[in-house]
């Protein structure tokens, strides 16, 4: 969910998007809307049955050429509870774990 202020109007704008990395402080997000450098976003999202909820700024945008998506989103969590950023990191270990396991990396 994207909040766009337009003179004294407000939008709401919610897209679908695509996490492509993630961390503790941060993540990559994909999405088809022409965001700016300091934009503030919502995002939803689902980690082992459970619904984080985050409000982030975007830092960092690129263009993408061969994907389904329009853009790459840099975004820093501007704020996360304590215990969301604990399973996002608790999540990250344990697919890094299986990754290992296979021989992947």
């Known amino acids: 969910i994207f909040n766009l202020q337009m003179g004294k109007k407000q939008k709401t704008i919610e897209e679908k998007c695509l996490t492509r990395d993630i961390s503790g402080s941060g993540m990559m997000l994909l999405s088809n809307y022409k965001h700016s450098i300091k934009d503030i976003v919502e995002c939803y999202f689902e980690i082992n049955n459970k619904m984080i909820h985050i409000k ?8 993408l050429k061969e994907s389904t998506f329009k853009y790459a989103l840099g975004i820093y969590f501007s704020n996360i509870k304590k215990k969301d950023r604990e ?3 608790k999540y990250i270990f344990e697919k890094e774990r299986i990754m290992i396991e296979k021989g992947l990396i």
């Open 87 to 89: 399973d996002i990191i």
């Open 56 to 63: 982030g700024q975007i830092v960092r945008i690129d263009e």
